[in-house]
């Protein structure tokens, strides 16, 4: 009995991994114990010896008061890989997190990457995995990941659109029959929406904000439709004339003046996506209309904004910065059955 228990215990199955490697954050999913990782893709480095000295949300917890010693780094760039050595340190550093005291056993990792990856990349992602301690490395699209993971039927004959707003890419994939008929991503996302507002601040203002306040004036005002309450936010930041620090008072339809140029790249993105779409395969989407996650897609109004600009219906997930790791997650304790939606890693 007691054998039998502590075998269990290490078997390998329990080891494997499902990873959402995210240019905001990662996340690591077990079979045994579901999301066991939710982290920022964030490095922070010793300047002079160039060790990584932590990762993840201890970083986040840091910016806007670094020592003079620590650079901060993200290693990922619109979805892929920028740091090769970084990347792999950052997941040494979480999968050693999420593994404790069974380091000694070598995973089995489904990782999701984005749709338009390059063979380079796939190389760089593998090798970093396997770096990092991984025995085998198998790719799944993102799109596939997160239409899996919010339940989508994608191994079925129907369409089905997707579209997931990340902090450095946004996919667009019509996916049927397990495969991905016909995809846009674009390198537009949730970072481009913060660097917006800090440009508007910029230019209307002269003030100088950060971009950890942008990102906060985004989630908490943002609006991409004038329908969402118009709501009103503090903003501090530095005036560039003056020099001195002042505050100012901003709102919503203010922040959505900011942000409406790179929400209309998402918006012909999507277009551009429809117009792509086989006729057969846009009938069921009109019936079904488009299906929303990422983490934009918790930007208030957005569904509006998508409904409006295309005529159709759009869902939005429940728990839209999860989908693509619950995917991953699926086909990782399924990975015979599933085998179909996983990237030729060569290719
Ligand atoms: N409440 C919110 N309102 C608006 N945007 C939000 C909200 N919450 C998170 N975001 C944005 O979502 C983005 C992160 O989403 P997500 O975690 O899906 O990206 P990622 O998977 O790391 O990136 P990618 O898929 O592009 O590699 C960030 O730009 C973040 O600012
Ligand atoms: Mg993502």
Do not use: C
Request: without cysteine; hydrophobic residues 40%.
């Amino acid at each position: 009995m007691r054998f039998n228990l502590s075998f269990k215990w290490l078997s390998l199955e329990s080891m494997n991994m499902a990873i959402d490697l995210g240019t905001t954050s990662t996340l690591i999913y077990t079979k045994d114990e579901g999301i066991v990782l939710e982290e920022d893709s964030m490095v922070a480095i010793d300047k002079n010896t160039r060790e990584m000295i932590t990762a993840g949300k201890e970083v986040k917890e840091m910016l806007g008061r670094i020592p003079d010693n620590i650079i901060i780094s993200e290693p990922l760039e619109d979805g892929v890989i920028a740091d090769f050595k970084l990347v792999e340190e950052m997941l040494r550093f979480f999968i050693g997190k999420v593994q404790k005291r069974r380091l000694f056993i070598k995973p089995k990792v489904v990782v999701a990457v984005p749709s338009g990856i390059t063979p380079v990349e796939k190389r760089a992602v593998i090798n970093s995995i396997e770096e990092a301690g991984a025995r085998e490395v198998y790719l799944v699209s993102e799109p596939i990941a997160a239409a899996l993971g919010e339940g989508m039927p994608v191994t079925e004959p129907a369409g089905n659109m997707i579209i997931d707003i990340g902090g450095g890419t946004t996919e667009i994939a019509v996916i049927a029959l397990s495969g991905i008929v016909n995809k846009v991503s674009i390198k537009i996302a949730g970072n481009e929406l913060d660097d917006a507002i800090q440009t508007y601040m910029y230019d209307k203002y002269n003030m100088a904000i950060g971009k950890v306040s942008a990102e906060k004036i985004k989630k908490n005002i943002g609006s991409a439709h004038p329908s969402v309450e118009n709501k009103e936010m503090e903003i501090r930041g530095r005036d560039l004339v003056e020099g001195l620090p002042k505050k100012i008072i901003i709102n919503s339809n203010e922040i959505r003046e900011a942000m409406s140029e790179t929400l209309g790249l998402m918006k012909n993105a999507i277009k551009k996506s429809l117009s792509e779409t086989p006729p057969e395969l846009a009938s069921d989407i009109v019936e079904k209309g488009l299906f929303l996650t990422g983490g934009g897609a918790l930007l208030s109004g957005i569904d509006k904004m998508i409904s409006k600009s295309t005529n159709l219906k759009v869902s939005v997930s429940e728990d839209p910065l999860r989908g693509v790791v619950k995917g991953a997650g699926i086909i990782l304790v399924n990975i015979n059955e599933y085998r179909d939606l996983l990237m030729d890693p060569n290719r």
